[in-house]
């Protein structure tokens, strides 16, 4: 009953955030994702290691066709779980200093957003996870499209058109693996024993709709635009948890369903996720907006990460779940780093920003700790989930590795780069009396720094979270 209170719970927030009135919204969302995340603590102070899934719920749904809603936790679930109850209410605190029109509605779009993760990250029903997938694409595009920038009509056009493009070679995958197994229990389907060139042909449908919410290289082009036009909490959103939906998809529903699909294929995908980072990387030193140096920071960084997933080893798999908790706090912070300066000073646009480091130690201090997350350096949240990719890819192909590797010095250049061109030089005359940070953002920044260190210095926790199911995973692959 837990897995569905953490499903059901932000949906009724929702509901009683669009019956609020004013601004009193906010700190009704707020504790509401309070008590969520509390919940998750919860689930994960009670939770047992190893492989079994637990908090399981398992109820008929629609019985004649084998579907039933089936929810549950293993440890790779769990820590995206704790992820996304995690990063909810920071995003929401971070919003304390804007007012939005309509904020009922703006609030429980990411309430129910929130909902829907919960489902993708705990669903062991295709047809359930296929609903939670769609229904996490719904509130992102309201909420891009309704208070998004100036061209969020087109852009939210074209990353709906992106995803559901994704979504039909899933379902179509989804679809066939139903029929074959006669129910959409996902334990029936890792059952199933099917030939190499089916296999082949469902890697495909299901991987092009996993890569194109990573995103992987060719399937990004909807990223960039995407992340600079929405609004910052939708960005946060996107960039902190929803990409992570695409990796968890290719680690609970690729690698165990179709592995002499990934056999065949995986090399590819690994090449691909390669070219990204380094794509990426090149691409992020080139701009000149900061939230489109972080988009393609971002795309970066999943890269490395689907890389280490598709090596099927023991370090990239690990690796990958101990950087998607790193990269979702560093992301969700830096991005917050640029709405508060965007607040003081209404311009993205690093060639009008400079000398805000004179008056503002305390920012100064909270950006270059997430920064340094960001890249890698030992110590910080960064470190510990690259060295283990690198690690993994390294033992897949040492050739591989030394360009993925590059990852970690691109993005030192491109983050300094943004950082000093934000925080250094001389003031203008928009940025000559920016102030230092308000209680509100001390409060959302404070903590986020804190699993810098946290992440960086005592993963452990982390780890052993995830290593029963990530042994018992690799275990259906090389079956």
Same mark, same amino acid.
């Given at each position: 009953?837990?897995?569905?209170?953490?499903?059901?719970?932000?949906?009724?927030?929702?509901?009683?955030?669009?019956?609020?009135?004013?601004?009193?919204?906010?700190?009704?969302?707020?504790?509401?994702?309070?008590?969520?995340?509390?919940?998750?603590? /919860?689930?994960?102070?009670?939770?047992?290691?190893?492989?079994?899934?637990?908090?399981?719920?398992? /109820?008929?749904?629609?019985?004649?066709?084998?579907?039933?809603? $089936?929810?549950?936790?293993?440890?790779?679930?769990?820590?995206?779980?704790?992820?996304?109850?995690?990063?909810?209410?920071?995003?929401?605190?971070?919003?304390?200093?804007?007012?939005?029109?309509?904020?009922?509605?703006?609030?429980?779009?990411?309430?129910?957003? #929130?909902?829907?993760?919960?489902?993708?990250?705990?669903?062991?029903? !295709?047809?359930?996870?296929?609903?939670?997938?769609?229904?996490?694409?719904?509130?992102?595009?309201?909420?891009?499209?309704?208070?998004?920038? =100036?061209?969020?009509? #087109?852009?939210?056009?074209?990353?709906?058109?992106?995803?559901?493009?994704?979504?039909?070679?899933?379902?179509?995958?989804? !679809?066939?693996?139903?029929?074959? !197994?006669?129910?959409?229990?996902?334990?029936?389907?890792?059952?199933?024993?099917?030939?190499?060139?089916?296999?082949?042909?469902?890697?495909?449908?299901?991987?092009?709709?996993?890569?194109?919410?990573?995103?992987?290289?060719?399937?990004?082009?909807?990223?960039?635009?995407?992340?600079?036009?929405?609004?910052?909490?939708?960005?946060?959103?996107?960039?902190?948890?929803?990409?992570?939906?695409?990796?968890?998809?290719?680690?609970?529903?690729?690698?165990?369903?179709?592995?002499?699909?990934? @056999? #065949?294929?995986?090399?590819?995908?690994?090449?691909?996720?390669?070219?990204?980072?380094?794509?990426?990387?090149?691409? @992020?030193?080139?701009?000149?907006?900061?939230?489109?140096?972080?988009?393609?920071?971002?795309?970066? $960084?999943?890269?490395?990460?689907? !890389?280490?997933?598709?090596?099927?080893?023991? =370090?990239?798999? #690990?690796?990958?779940?101990?950087?998607?908790?790193? $990269?979702?706090?560093?992301?969700?912070?830096?991005?917050?780093?640029?709405?508060?300066?965007?607040?003081?000073?209404?311009?993205?646009?690093?060639?009008?920003?400079?000398?805000?480091?004179?008056?503002?130690?305390?920012?100064?201090?909270?950006?270059?700790?997430?920064?340094?997350?960001?890249?890698?350096?030992?110590?910080?949240?960064?470190?510990?989930?690259?060295?283990?990719?690198? %690690?993994?890819?390294?033992?897949?192909?040492?050739?591989? %590795?030394?360009?993925?590797?590059?990852?970690?010095?691109?993005?030192?250049? /491109?983050?300094?780069?943004?950082?000093?061109?934000?925080?250094?030089?001389?003031?203008?005359?928009?940025?000559?009396?920016?102030?230092?940070?308000?209680?509100?953002?001390?409060?959302?920044?404070?903590?986020?720094?804190?699993?810098?260190?946290?992440?960086?210095? /005592?993963?452990?926790?982390?780890?052993?979270?995830? =290593?029963?199911?990530?042994?018992?995973?690799?275990?259906?692959?090389?079956?």
């Amino acid at each position: 009953m837990l897995t569905i209170f953490l499903i059901v719970f932000p949906l009724i927030a929702a509901g009683f955030a669009l019956l609020a009135k004013g601004e009193s919204v906010k700190r009704i969302a707020f504790l509401f994702a309070l008590v969520e995340f509390a919940a998750a603590l /919860y689930a994960i102070f009670q939770f047992t290691p190893g492989p079994a899934p637990q908090f399981v719920a398992n /109820y008929p749904w629609i019985a004649s066709l084998g579907i039933s809603f $089936h929810v549950s936790m293993d440890g790779i679930s769990a820590l995206l779980v704790l992820l996304t109850t995690l990063l909810v209410p920071f995003i929401i605190l971070s919003t304390f200093g804007n007012s939005y029109k309509n904020p009922s509605a703006f609030y429980g779009l990411i309430l129910v957003m #929130q909902s829907a993760l919960v489902g993708v990250f705990t669903a062991r029903d !295709a047809f359930l996870f296929y609903l939670f997938w769609e229904a996490a694409l719904i509130p992102v595009y309201f909420l891009a499209g309704i208070w998004g920038g =100036e061209r969020r009509i #087109q852009i939210t056009f074209k990353f709906f058109v992106y995803t559901i493009f994704g979504s039909l070679f899933m379902l179509l995958g989804l !679809a066939y693996l139903y029929n074959q !197994a006669g129910t959409a229990d996902l334990d029936a389907i890792y059952a199933l024993n099917l030939p190499a060139a089916t296999q082949s042909w469902l890697f495909w449908a299901l991987f092009i709709a996993f890569a194109i919410k990573m995103p992987v290289f060719p399937f990004h082009t909807w990223q960039p635009d995407t992340y600079s036009e929405s609004p910052t909490p939708a960005t946060m959103l996107l960039s902190g948890i929803m990409l992570k939906m695409g990796i968890y998809g290719v680690i609970r529903w690729l690698l165990p369903v179709v592995p002499l699909g990934v @056999a #065949q294929w995986g090399t590819t995908a690994i090449i691909l996720s390669v070219i990204g980072i380094v794509y990426g990387s090149v691409i @992020a030193i080139r701009q000149r907006n900061v939230k489109r140096v972080l988009a393609y920071s971002s795309f970066a $960084h999943v890269g490395l990460m689907s !890389a280490g997933v598709f090596t099927l080893s023991p =370090e990239g798999l #690990q690796g990958a779940m101990v950087q998607m908790l790193a $990269h979702g706090v560093n992301i969700v912070g830096l991005f917050f780093i640029m709405e508060i300066i965007y607040r003081r000073v209404p311009t993205r646009e690093l060639n009008q920003l400079g000398g805000i480091t004179q008056n503002t130690p305390n920012l100064t201090v909270y950006f270059m700790v997430l920064l340094l997350g960001s890249v890698a350096l030992p110590l910080t949240s960064g470190f510990v989930g690259e060295f283990l990719l690198l %690690a993994g890819v390294f033992r897949f192909n040492p050739w591989y %590795a030394a360009i993925a590797g590059l990852t970690i010095i691109l993005s030192a250049v /491109y983050m300094l780069r943004l950082f000093q061109g934000v925080m250094f030089g001389q003031p203008n005359e928009q940025t000559a009396l920016f102030s230092d940070l308000t209680l509100a953002e001390k409060a959302t920044l404070i903590p986020l720094v804190v699993m810098v260190f946290w992440i960086g210095m /005592y993963p452990a926790p982390f780890l052993k979270l995830t =290593e029963p199911s990530v042994t018992e995973l690799l275990r259906l692959v090389v079956r």
